[in-house]
């Protein structure tokens, strides 16, 4: 029998020791990453009014939820949204936090999906993807919204991967994932999810018809033969797709209409191929990713040249150019595309812009350039990026001068000029000393990622701006027709009134002539005793009464106070010029204001506007 020895006598490599926790620092990297990107979505959620596509959806599910709501049923265009709503509605009440907070949190998860692919992308390039889009504007709006748009990127990042882990392992499982993705893309998600499916089958296709144009003699991942997709488990996949749509769609058969959902999304569908929405331009989507990701597209498209010339070209960045090419086309053809449908083109951007950053990030320098090299000249090009755009924005200010291009109006400050070709001077002055010291690739991978960094610190501000602070300036070229946040105070006025004339619970009588699938029927969601009339002879006597502004001296058969709400506001953007297109862009600064695109008045009765009844009930 061994005999027993103190601890301290026993060798340092026979000792059995605690497995110790190590953190690696990619794990810190993207914890920072996920808090800041967490609150970035969630802070001042609630502050920010519903606009008319989210309204109709939460009062479909809110309706529901709450049958004494006054309103007819509405059948929702996203399945998956109305299922959420239903859920946060029933556990924290109706409000613009309950409708936006599961999407923000899958927006937080979009962000984070690249991780799925680490073994195809390698660890680098995944946490670049990452960053772009945590710092992406686009990303931060969309996340910010009720856009079941979320979803559907969602789906497809999931498909993706069961696709490639079906083609490495050949396990049902992965393809009964990749086809459930694929069947909540087409009836689950949102209108245009069918055309999302049809853009990655054609960029699959493409990625086939370049493998067999191109001469390669290796490949880090072959595409997989015909044969075995040809063996995929349609028999299996296919009825658990068919049931997945049905149970989700009815609410696990707690709301069994719910399955007419189905059929109002496939029908939205095919109206966006022809009908546009109100206020918004041809290809909307097309130019509010080029409005807010110019650089993401300057390096795309660069990326796109490289893959298509490079002869060594992994088969996934091939995809990603499919994807982008077939995405962006999808954005040109179909009409009923909004801000939020910009995803289409920026996540493929994103995945390609990771190719060229990556490069620059880890591309090889010169055996006697330290390594910190790069980084010190990519913090100096960025301060100095931020130089420029401090004087670029004055410069800005100083060209909107008229309505008319005249240039003998404008006086712009010398000083401005002076800043910015300083800025520029220095940058080639820093770029030839560089260049002697380290390296010429040195000095251009530097230069390029601070140019980078500066676009992805300015891009979460300009989408907070979207998201929070220009929510209801219709001169945020993101929303063309925005909720006025004087809704806001619409429902704070009617809530008070609730409070003094029926103790606070909402039995207040209200007659009100607009849409009952609209804004102003979201506010009005709590008062069940709400009657939505067709003409203002129907409201003659009553107590509180909402009409639209174009009737200014209704006859209401009586006294009443009236005060004007704007709902949306609206501005046309086609009064910029070449001279105000500047500070339009760089500051949202214009010669002309918003105007209310619709506002109603609300009438309350003198009696009640005067506080008699609560008085006399004292």
Same mark, same amino acid.
């Given at each position: 029998m061994d005999s027993i020895q103190p601890f301290e006598n026993v060798r340092t490599t026979e000792r059995l020791l605690p497995r110790q926790l190590v953190v690696r620092g990619e794990l810190v990297v993207y914890l920072l990453v996920g808090l800041l990107a967490l609150v970035l979505r969630v802070a001042q959620l609630d502050v920010v009014p519903l606009n008319t596509q989210e309204a109709r959806q939460a009062l479909a599910a809110w309706r529901v939820v709450y049958p004494e709501a006054a309103g007819t049923v509405i059948v929702p265009e996203s399945p998956i949204g109305f299922a959420i709503h239903y859920l946060t509605f029933s556990v924290l009440g109706s409000s613009e936090f309950s409708t936006r907070i599961v999407t923000a949190l899958a927006s937080l998860l979009l962000v984070f999906s690249p991780l799925l692919f680490s073994a195809l992308f390698g660890k680098t390039r995944v946490l670049i993807m990452v960053f772009l889009l945590a710092f992406s504007p686009t990303m931060l709006a969309v996340g910010r919204m009720d856009s079941p748009v979320v979803w559907t990127f969602l789906c497809v990042v999931i498909g993706l991967w069961g696709v490639w882990k079906y083609h490495l392992h050949g396990l049902t499982r992965y393809s009964l994932l990749a086809t459930v993705a694929a069947a909540a893309i087409i009836f689950l998600t949102e209108p245009t999810g069918l055309f999302v499916v049809l853009a990655l089958i054609l960029a699959g296709l493409f990625l086939v018809w370049m493998r067999r144009n191109t001469v390669e003699e290796s490949e880090p991942l072959a595409i997989p033969p015909v044969g075995k997709w040809s063996a995929w488990p349609w028999g299996k996949t296919l009825p658990v797709a *068919?049931?997945?749509?049905?149970?989700?769609?009815? $609410?696990? &058969?707690? /709301? +069994?209409?719910?399955?007419?959902?189905?059929?109002?999304?496939?029908?939205?569908?095919?109206?966006?191929? !022809? !009908?546009?929405? +109100?206020?918004?331009?041809?290809?909307?989507?097309?130019? @509010? !990713?080029?409005? /807010?990701? +110019?650089?993401?597209?300057?390096?795309?498209?660069?990326?796109?040249?490289? =893959?298509?010339?490079?002869?060594e070209i992994s088969w996934e960045d091939r995809f990603l150019l499919g994807w982008l090419i077939f995405g962006t086309a999808l954005a040109f053809l179909y009409a009923g595309t909004g801000a939020e449908h910009a995803l289409w083109m920026v996540i493929p951007l994103v995945g390609l812009s990771s190719r060229i950053i990556t490069n620059l990030v880890v591309g090889g320098e010169r055996y006697f350039a330290p390594r910190w090299s790069r980084w010190l000249i990519a913090l100096i090009v960025a301060a100095l990026s931020a130089m420029i755009s401090v004087h670029a924005q004055?410069?800005?200010?100083?060209? &909107?001068?008229?309505?008319?291009?005249? $240039?003998?109006?404008?006086?712009?400050?010398?000083?401005?000029?002076?800043?910015? =070709?300083?800025?520029?001077?220095?940058? $080639?002055?820093?770029?030839?000393?560089?260049?002697? #010291?380290?390296?010429?690739?040195?000095?251009?991978?530097?230069? =390029?990622?601070?140019? =980078?960094?500066?676009? &992805?610190? @300015?891009? %979460?501000?300009?989408?907070?701006?979207?998201?929070?602070?220009?929510?209801?300036?219709?001169? #945020?070229?993101?929303?063309?027709? +925005?909720?006025?946040?004087? !809704?806001?105070? %619409?429902?704070?006025?009617?809530?008070? *009134?609730?409070?003094?004339?029926?103790s606070g619970f909402p039995e207040l009588a209200i007659s009100a002539m607009v849409p009952d699938d609209g804004i102003v029927a979201w506010v009005l969601r709590d008062f069940p005793n709400t009657t939505f009339i067709a003409d203002p002879t129907a409201a003659r006597g009553q107590s509180v009464v909402i009409l639209p502004s174009t009737f200014a001296e209704p006859d209401l058969g009586g006294a009443y106070v009236g005060q004007v709400v704007s709902v949306t506001n609206g501005w046309d953007f086609r009064t910029v010029n070449i001279l105000n297109f500047p500070a339009w862009w760089l500051q949202r600064r214009t010669l002309t204001t918003t105007l209310p695109n619709d506002a109603v008045t609300l009438w309350l009765r003198q009696d009640i506007y005067n506080g008699v009844n609560s008085v006399l009930t004292q």
């Open positions: *068919l049931l997945s749509i049905f149970l989700v769609s009815t $609410l696990f &058969m707690l /709301y +069994p209409a719910g399955v007419s959902s189905v059929g109002e999304l496939l029908g939205a569908s095919l109206r966006g191929l !022809t !009908t546009p929405r +109100p206020y918004l331009p041809p290809f909307f989507a097309v130019l @509010t !990713t080029l409005y /807010y990701e +110019p650089l993401l597209v300057i390096i795309g498209i660069v990326a796109s040249f490289v =893959v298509i010339t490079g002869d004055a410069v800005a200010r100083s060209l &909107m001068t008229t309505p008319a291009i005249d $240039l003998q109006q404008v006086n712009i400050n010398p000083q401005n000029l002076i800043g910015i =070709v300083i800025a520029i001077l220095l940058i $080639l002055i820093g770029y030839f000393l560089a260049s002697s #010291e380290w390296g010429e690739g040195t000095s251009i991978r530097g230069g =390029v990622l601070g140019v =980078v960094a500066f676009a &992805m610190i @300015t891009g %979460l501000g300009v989408g907070w701006q979207i998201a929070v602070n220009n929510s209801d300036n219709a001169v #945020e070229f993101w929303s063309r027709n +925005p909720t006025s946040n004087r !809704t806001i105070q %619409l429902r704070q006025t009617i809530l008070e *009134l609730a409070d003094r004339e029926t």
